[in-house]
């Protein structure tokens, strides 16, 4: 990468973070309600839900990813103003790349939901998570998390180039906050109905949410880092080239 490049994302990445912290009300919402959400599951429903094991220590990957769910929508809304106030079109002016504009918003959104990511889990600590891993089990989980969290930040940044307004944003990435729910992020797939069990098993959230669970409890994981790794790379692959494509054809004069 050229200094002009490497400049560019910089500055870029450093714009997109400040316009985070601007918008205090929504990161509170990315962080509160993933919090809020693991409060009702583990006090409300936990009882009643039979895992195996403390139901706060089979939730907290999901919840995780929830968070990482409900962050992405800031990036799709964020990608999609920019386009709408014609903020592109100036940068496109100053000669800025496509890749550093839309990369900005990508980098900022794997730093803000790092952050989260940690706050939430912090908050588990609090309620009874107690994992058992060790050094190189940690730093496995946290490679796919922010393997995850790059995927989905992209998929979101394609989803703002894609939607029309940041109100329409917002509402694409609806089915990125789905995927968690019917996966074994909250309960286990064997007691999901037969016709659900089938879209359960074989989408992304639930082998990385299996690496997370057993990585961080010292369970065997089997094969799913490797199927978690190869949804993600897969995922931000295709996400990048389609935002390529989408970007070329919205700044297109």
Known sequence: MSSSAA?????????????????????????ALPVMLMIVFVYLFGGAIQTGTEYVTYVVPGVMLLCVSFG?????????NDLKEG????????D?????????????????????????????????????AGTAQWLAALGILVLTIAAVSWLSACMGLLAGTPEAASGYTFSITFLPYASSAFVPIDTMPSWLRGFAGNQPVTP????????????PVG???????AWCVGL??????AAALLFRGKTRT
């Open 7 to 31: 400049t560019q994302w910089t500055v870029l990445s450093g714009r997109a973070l400040r316009l985070g912290r601007r918008n205090v009300e929504a990161l509170i919402m990315s962080i």
């Open 72 to 80: 992405s929508a800031m990036t799709a809304v964020s990608v999609a």
């Open 87 to 94: 903020i592109v079109d100036r940068l496109r002016t100053l």
């Open 96 to 132: 800025v790349g496509g890749a550093a504009v839309i990369s900005g918003h990508v980098v900022a959104s794997l730093a803000r939901n790092v952050v989260s990511s940690a706050l939430v889990l912090a908050v588990a600590f609090a309620l009874g998570f107690r994992p058992h």
């Open 208 to 219: 990385i949410t299996e690496s997370l669970r057993g990585l961080l409890l010292n369970q």
């Open 223 to 229: 094969h799913a880092p490797w199927k978690a790794v």
């Open 236 to 241: 931000m692959l295709l996400s990048m080239t």
